[in-house]
């Protein structure tokens, strides 16, 4: 699952990853393990690998 959020929306959602690209196309952005919103571009799986390379 991953963690998004809208600027419209105060309460994040969780949505199965093969969804992330249709929830971007309606505003929302995922959301990294640190807390921040990570803009569109890029694939899913890069986003779930970013910010965990040592």
Not at 24 to 39: F, H, K
Request: proline residues 0%; glycine residues 12%.
């Amino acid at each position: 699952m991953v963690r998004m959020r809208h600027e419209g929306v105060e309460q994040e959602i969780e949505v199965a990853e093969i969804s992330v690209t249709q929830y971007e196309r309606s505003g929302w952005q995922v959301v990294v393990d640190d807390g921040r919103a990570i803009g569109t571009k890029g694939t899913a799986k890069s986003r779930q690998t970013e910010g965990n390379e040592s």
